[in-house]
């Protein structure tokens, strides 16, 4: 037996494991979508067992986290991603693979998880998004799980691009949702666990090609409640105390194409309805690296277009309304959950409000459509005392289902199995 293998076995015969966790990002700091989730996901891990985390960065500012990763893990690996998307779609082509997994390969990062799966007693290798999955060696050790969140169905994001348009890009589009659907389903039957964020999003992976749905299991977001505590005293940002009328913010990653089109459409067919009653209304776009179409309106009556802020805490806080008008949405949408932990009423599309677990007129309101937004957005800010109960009791709802520790909690037996 090999000196490595020697030491995993008689570590695993003291009853100790540790847990190899691989992300698309780096988890840290949790300031937005995907990196929320995972950040949670490795602290609750941390508490269990010995984490090693390999991950990249396609922001500089997220090669320069040493301190704060290493107070979680064990050890880390962070490799900066430098593949563009022109070349990771040429790659792509050539290797007759999805465009989602070239862009993430690294011959450094793979080094170090084979260095950690050679070396390490691995309890589980933990894999945060799909198109990471092929870093994941083809002979793990028999007693090492496989747990793959794929988190949602990313695929069906792909496919309803490609679906929606044409030329090239929509050929791209469908060629990427077919290949990565395979994958999708490949993944998901090799691995011990495959987690998804909703019940909607595991049954959408159960329609695809070759999907039997064993293994799937279904582990939800959460949000930081003591983060997002609405009684914290929280000064309005001094852009925001200029604006003199009512207040609609949307927050979000800005460079993120569904939110690129969800604050478009917004702007030009629910705005004007709602400035028809309230005339002196400001549509607050907040959230970093906004898109070229998203600085575009700022040149537009009643449009803020802030870029990124130090916290979205304070101007969710001094909304009136907070709106979610997605129109193509995976999964479950922090920023909902984010503002409903901040007691703020919220206006959302039947997208977004899809696998959240919350009632249409008592905790949020659901709109069909744009002009359905404007209308209830423009109700809402002309009865505060209602939109002020709607608030409470969204605040009450992510209380009662929302944490973390309790939307983790299954992840225990998922990564160490029934003994775990």
């Excluded at 984490?51 to 500012?61: F, G, I, N, S």
């Excluded at 909607?200 to 695809?208: G, I, K, R, Y």
């Excluded at 069909?368 to 608030?391: F, I, M, T």
């Amino acid at each position: 037996m090999a000196k490595g293998e020697a030491e995993r076995a008689g570590a695993r015969a003291e009853g100790l494991g540790e847990i190899l966790f691989i992300a698309h990002r780096v988890p840290y700091p949790p300031d937005r979508g995907d990196k929320i989730r995972s950040y949670h996901e490795l602290r609750h891990l941390a508490r269990l067992a010995p984490v090693h985390l390999a991950a990249l960065a396609d922001d500089p500012r997220d090669l320069h986290h040493g301190e704060a990763l290493s107070a979680l893990t064990a050890s880390h690996c962070v490799r900066p991603r430098t593949l563009s998307r022109p070349r990771a779609a040429v790659e792509g082509l050539l290797r007759r693979e999805p465009m989602s997994v070239a862009l993430f390969r690294d011959r450094g990062l793979r080094g170090y998880v084979e260095r950690i799966v050679a070396t390490r007693p691995l309890a589980a290798v933990f894999v945060y998004s799909g198109n990471m999955a092929p870093y994941v060696p083809t002979a793990l050790d028999a007693d090492t799980r496989f747990v793959m969140d794929l988190c949602d169905v990313d695929s069906a994001k792909f496919a309803a691009y490609g679906a929606a348009g044409g030329g090239v890009m929509g050929w791209i589009n469908r060629r990427e949702g077919r290949l990565l659907g395979a994958l999708e389903v490949a993944v998901a039957k090799r691995a011990d666990a495959a987690l998804f964020i909703s019940r909607a999003e595991a049954d959408v992976f159960a329609t695809l090609d070759g999907a039997d749905g064993s293994g799937v299991s279904v582990v939800g977001n959460g949000v930081d409640l003591d983060a997002f505590d609405p009684a914290q005293p929280r000064a309005v940002p001094a852009a925001l105390a200029a604006v003199q009328g009512p207040r609609i913010v949307f927050t979000g990653q800005m460079d993120y194409r569904p939110n690129i089109e969800a604050v478009t459409d917004f702007a030009a067919h629910a705005l004007p309805i709602v400035r028809q009653r309230h005339p002196d209304a400001q549509f607050v776009i907040v959230g970093r690296n906004p898109a070229d179409a998203v600085r575009a309106l700022a040149d537009s009556p009643g449009v803020m277009v802030t870029g990124e802020v130090d916290d979205t805490r304070a101007w969710l806080a001094a909304a009136d309304v907070v709106v979610a008008p997605l129109r193509l949405a995976r999964g479950v949408q922090n920023k909902v959950l984010e503002a409903m932990a901040m007691a703020r009423p919220m206006v959302v599309s039947t997208a977004a409000a899809e696998g959240i677990d919350a009632e249409h007129g008592r905790d949020f309101l659901i709109a069909a459509d744009a002009e359905e937004e404007g209308r209830l957005v423009a109700d809402l800010l002309s009865n505060p005392a209602r939109a002020a109960a709607l608030g409470q009791a969204g605040r009450a709802r992510v209380e009662a289902r929302y944490s973390w520790d309790a939307a983790l909690a299954p992840l225990t037996g998922l990564v160490f199995g029934d003994g775990g």
